[in-house]
């Protein structure tokens, strides 16, 4: 049971973070409106690291906090496959309730915020230019730079990382990531961090909020799916 609790809270916390730096960036009358991307990035990076910390700590024992990884495990035979399925429902748990902290905690600002395309960024990433063919090459390309790094990382070829210096390792690699590839498409890299909120966005009270905008939702989980076999196969071929 641990092993979900930490799942769960794991991804809660980087979406309260991570979608925090959104809506702290995003929303009308917030002290940090308009901070930018250099911004957002760093927000995102300190979100996974200190969702693994806090993964682990809490009993998940790889800390995911990615349903990508996950499927990947489970290949490896890190996971039976109801341990597996158990891991992902416990994510997107996780993120639809670190959605709704987020919603609480910025509660005023959302009557303040007149457009709907900026409440709906902050719990989902959408495409700068729509392109859904483009956009998912995107996406397949930053997951398999998050995939390949992050086994090339733990392959034990490089030097030996202590456990304990890893997570921040992996912050640094997706705040490169979107400092590099972010921009197209706003690097979901994470099914369960775009579906579990998107759903909060669908089902929360927020006047003016518009659509949840469900079909372009498929590119955020398939070209991490793809992306993460593409870099795990990479892996698998150089280390």
Same mark, same amino acid.
């Given at each position: 049971m641990s092993l979900y609790i930490?799942?769960?809270?794991?991804?809660? &916390? /980087?979406?309260? #973070?991570?979608?925090?730096? #959104?809506?702290?960036?995003?929303l009308w009358r917030s002290k940090a409106e308009g901070a930018g991307w250099l911004v957002i990035t760093v927000g995102w990076a300190l979100a996974v690291v200190f969702g693994v910390y806090?993964?682990?700590?809490?009993?998940? %024992? =790889?800390?995911?906090?990615?349903? *990508?990884?996950?499927?990947?495990?489970?290949?490896?035979?890190? =996971?039976?496959?109801?341990?597996?399925?158990? !891991? &992902? !429902? $416990?994510?997107? +748990?996780?993120?639809?309730?670190?959605?709704?902290? *987020? %919603?609480? @905690?910025? =509660?005023? @600002? %959302?009557?303040?915020?007149?457009?709907?395309? /900026? &409440? /709906?960024a902050v719990f989902t990433t959408g495409p700068a230019i729509r392109n859904v063919w483009t956009n998912l090459i995107s996406e397949i390309i930053g997951t398999a730079m998050l995939v390949f790094p992050f086994f090339a990382l733990t392959s034990g070829k490089i030097w030996s990382i202590p456990a304990y210096l890893l997570p921040c390792i992996v912050g640094f690699l997706i705040w490169a990531i979107g400092l590099s590839l972010g921009g197209t498409t706003c690097y979901a890299l994470n099914p369960a961090r775009d579906f579990g909120p998107r759903l909060a966005h669908?089902? +929360?009270?927020?006047?003016?909020?518009?659509? $949840?905008? %469900? $079909? =372009?939702?498929?590119?955020?989980? *398939?070209?991490? #799916?793809?992306?993460?076999? !593409?870099?795990? #196969?990479?892996?698998?071929v150089c280390f």
């Open positions: 930490g799942e769960f809270i794991g991804t809660m &916390i /980087l979406i309260i #973070l991570g979608n925090g730096v #959104l809506a702290n960036v995003i806090c993964a682990i700590a809490a009993g998940a %024992w =790889y800390a995911d906090i990615n349903p *990508v990884l996950t499927i990947i495990r489970g290949f490896m035979g890190g =996971y039976t496959l109801l341990e597996m399925i158990g !891991v &992902i !429902v $416990s994510q997107i +748990l996780g993120a639809f309730v670190g959605a709704c902290i *987020v %919603w609480i @905690h910025f =509660y005023p @600002h %959302w009557k303040e915020t007149e457009e709907s395309e /900026l &409440i /709906l669908a089902l +929360l009270p927020i006047k003016g909020k518009g659509t $949840s905008d %469900w $079909s =372009y939702a498929w590119v955020p989980i *398939v070209g991490p #799916l793809i992306g993460g076999s !593409v870099g795990f #196969l990479m892996a698998k």
